[in-house]
């Protein structure tokens, strides 16, 4: 037993992480692999799955450079809008045709997360590695490059001498560690084969190196989460409930909500996503038996739900008319997302400041969790749910969502005022400065933190995701910055999540806390979390064996 | 001469401040005021001088309501656009009529500056206390009020049961410490008379007893010069060089500056703005001969700069024909215009990481002011210098933009290598988290630092001072703020404050620390910078004089 848990040891110190990103997604190219070389020694197996089938693409017209947002590679016909995307991909499935597609967009937002998840690659001009296209196609397992240098006009992209209407075919390829490239044409893929291979007896063996570290996944429907579960996750981290909600068929029930003059239709309107969000947790609560689930409440600006073209306010009035409520006018609805715009929506109307203005949307959400909680306890398994409020800036709203009734005379129903409720762990989510200071009063309301390590740094260093690719490089040859901060953790940003865990162990000395942004996979990260103390890392679900190989490396190396 | 101080500490102490801030704004209706009781104590002159001329409102259509954005009353008639005002007021110039425009706005831009300049006073439907409006509003002593329930469809505004179409008179009265109004029609206003009162030789014995702690004003025109210290400031804290350029007949120019293909052009729009700004500053520091001034470099995004409507397109477009330049055409500036978006502005491209991007605005911007400085000495005048780099994250930035050379390998002239410096302090504004927590690293490379706590408010708390009118009533609602933070320093704000102090005395124990944000004005503010051994606050012109008072006060109650 001793000399086994050597070996393993051994073996687990011998592996090269940033390899094991390269076999864990789709390659184009077997010339410039170097997996042989690392996998020889570990996983033969996991390296002859992902390397073979591989053609060049070297015959096709190819434009280099781009911002990598997620890694792999992709191949697939161009579409400029979701909606066109999932048309497409849908009459090719009838024709039996390749149903592969890439998405063109100048800047991503929440709506398009049904467009990436349908894609196999996106493709925008804005971003970088942490905008939101790169996050969510990195959840997904999809692809994600972000080129400046595209100029998209109607139905047409032009990078570099490459152009692309819509239709066209398009190979995006991202490698890990090295310049990204676009072809004009479809070159071939290979996709990696990880369920069956060496590499999960492997990270069987890791996991039992990372002592009560944790390596939870970042996950929102079944899919993910079997995902996740097979990629050697503790438990989930993060489930982001607004996803739920941007599914076509259900976005319209959401806005709904937004839209209804009458308190009725809102009612009902909150009904119909209650049932939706309880078979979503149910589902998500059976496969993660046994394990945590950290649900985070709503944190999306309700003007990321509204229509954004004249096919999506069309959808919605039929949707309505369909619905036997009364209809509201084009102009209605205009007026509406007039009112909802935002300057800054990073640091506006969002998180549980939505919470504040409308108790009735979390108040749903827990029903949910609570009706399928006792649908999991009524089938005799062990369901484990947390509840996290995102964007907490101070005690005094934690105190009023958790825990309203308690705060004199507000008359809000607060969480655990619901009856259904049944002691189930509430937590922050520490994403803003004033939270990381403030977190010795936030502990008297949370049993927990998870640092949402996004926000924070954008907060912490003033920096939008979403607009810092027009100005990161010239940082970068000025060498101003030290790596990525939202791929690497900023050492203020550091600073902040070490002394919001003093803060709030000072008043509550079994405070879990945890970090579930995208730098949670960086080993920097991993070994930064262990060492102040963190119970665990969330990251998404292809981010897991490497997360779970970095703990158990920083493990050895300690012992 | 001991017993003369005495005297003068009494009076100081027995003046209510917030009474002050009557003293100083415009009122419609005496019947409120209570300025006589509070005046009888100290300063009958000055009470006379203000609620003489005071008639009634009551027979006008009234709403009640909304944000207090600058106290005040005005009344004009309304107009929807910065453009159509500023023709309205040159006509009524031209015939001989009342000038006085009230601006009417969904929201207000920078470049809606050059309509609040020329306005008695703004009405916006989004905002708050510290969102644009607001503050330039105050900055320029006019009235500004938020009424989120205001609806702005093509020149209709309909607030309650008032309409106003273009051209019609409306009054706005925005008490300092009570519920602020609109009329439908011209209200009479009494205009307070300032110069030559009680006030001003109550200031100077105010003065005496502040000791070392200095109260300068945050002013960009001769004209705001002239007033600040006309109000006791001992120096400009706060000197934004963007506001130059938003002038319409600079702001052309400017954007010659962005759209220009050659690099010969855009030197030419640069000699240009260096020969504008370089008038400017020499106007200012003559009037602040032997006192501190304070530049801040250019700190908004360059899409502010840009052309908002068709007719600023066309301006731009007749411009650059008159001048001989290669014409751009309408496409193009549109595409430029849709490049520079961003979804975080706040967060985005702008202070010094314009600089970062495009060294010779901030070169151009230092040469124009030793070209100033120069032309004062050879007068004999002491001028007094100091240039403030804006947005720092962290020390490494500082250094490249201020030591450029000494950075290796750069290639980057900074502002110190530029020939005309000739050692006037650099300082940094300390307006992110990572800057106060960096303090440390970039006082090696500051003399001095001001913290710019709007933004270090916004960043800290994730709280865009532009939306947070969407939310905030909700947490005034449920106490769950102590007061509105961009008006109040919040205590973590304090926290990041003193922790920058200390941290930069650390390294620089002759470090001046300056506060230059809107919470400068606030008595708490000041007792805070006074024990965390902050040097000065700046404030806008009309807020000196309480601010002086208020630390008056603090150091008597003292000793």
Redesign the interface.
């Known amino acids: 037993m001793k000399r086994g848990t050597l070996d393993a040891a051994g073996a687990v110190k011998a592996l090269d992480l940033s390899r094991l990103n390269e076999i864990l997604h789709p390659r184009i190219n077997a010339q410039s692999m170097t997996c042989n070389e690392v996998s020889r020694a570990t996983c033969n197996e996991v390296s002859r799955a992902t390397c073979n089938e591989v053609s060049r693409a070297e015959g096709l017209p190819k434009w280099t450079g781009g911002i990598s947002g997620a890694p792999g590679a992709a191949a697939g016909r161009v579409y400029f809008s979701a909606d066109a995307l999932l048309e497409a991909k849908a009459l090719a499935r009838q024709r039996g045709e390749d149903t592969r597609c890439i998405l063109v967009l ?2 991503a937002f929440a709506g398009d997360v049904k467009g990436i998840e349908a894609a196999a690659g996106v493709l925008t001009a ?1 971003g970088g590695y942490a905008a939101h296209a790169s996050v969510v196609a990195r959840q997904y397992g999809k692809v994600s490059l972000v080129a400046p240098e595209i ?1 998209i006009t109607d139905k047409t992209a032009i990078l570099g001498s490459l152009s692309f209407s819509e239709g066209d075919p398009i190979t995006l390829d991202v490698p890990y560690d090295a310049e990204s490239s676009v072809y004009q044409g479809i070159a071939e893929i290979s996709e990696p084969n990880i369920t069956g291979s060496a590499l999960l007896d492997f990270i069987a063996l890791a996991k039992g190196l990372t002592k009560n570290f944790q390596i939870r996944a970042n996950a929102e429907t079944p899919e993910d989460a079997e995902k996740a579960l097979s990629l050697g996750a503790e438990g989930i981290g993060l489930c982001r409930t607004e996803h739920m909600f941007f599914k076509p068929e259900r976005i319209n029930t959401f806005r709904e909500l937004i839209l209804s003059e009458s308190g009725g239709a809102r009612d009902k309107a909150l009904e119909k996503l209650r049932a939706m969000q309880g078979d979503d947790f149910y589902r998500i609560f059976k496969i993660m038996a046994g394990k945590h689930v950290t649900i985070r409440l709503l944190d999306a600006p309700l003007h990321e739900f509204m229509p954004r073209s004249d096919a999506d306010i069309t959808s919605y009035i039929d949707h309505i008319s369909a619905s036997g409520e009364t209809v509201v006018t084009r102009d209605e609805i205009l ?1 509406r997302i ?1 009112t909802l715009r ?8 969002r998180g549980c ?1 939505i919470a ?2 409308y108790p009735e949307i979390y108040a749903m959400q827990v029903r949910a969790i609570f009706e399928a909680v006792h649908k999991i306890q009524d089938e005799k398994l062990d369901v484990r749910p947390e509840i996290m409020v995102p ?1 907490v ?2 005690a ?2 934690l105190k ?1 969502i958790a825990y309203g009734k308690r ?1 004199e005379g ?1 008359g ?1 129903a607060g969480i655990a005022d619901i009856e259904e409720f049944r002691n189930c762990p509430i937590g922050a989510m520490i ?4 939270a990381a ?2 977190a010795g009063d936030i502990a008297r309301y949370a049993q927990f933190f998870s640092f949402g390590t996004n ?1 924070l740094t ?7 995701r ?3 690719a ?2 990161l490089p ?2 970068s040859h ?4 030290e790596g990525n901060p939202f791929r690497v953790l ?1 050492e ?2 550091q ?2 999540i070490a002394l919001a865990v003093d803060r709030g162990r000072l008043t509550r000395p079994d405070l879990v806390c945890g970090l579930c942004g995208e730098q949670g996979a960086d080993p920097a990260a991993i070994r930064f979390c262990m060492d102040t103390g963190i119970n665990y890392v969330s990251c998404s679900p292809y981010a897991v064996p490497a997360a779970i190989l970095a703990a158990a490396q920083i493990q050895a190396e300690k012992e």
């Open positions: 100048p800047a804005q100029s007026a007039e935002e300057c800054n929506p990073m640091l506006g109307h400041r504040v203005s964007l800036m101070n005094a709203e009023l705060v507000a809000y994403e803003l400065p004033a200071l403030g926000d954008q907060t912490t260093l003033g920096l939008s979403d607009d810092a027009a100005f010239a940082y000025y060498d101003l910055l900023d203020r940003v600073e902040l």
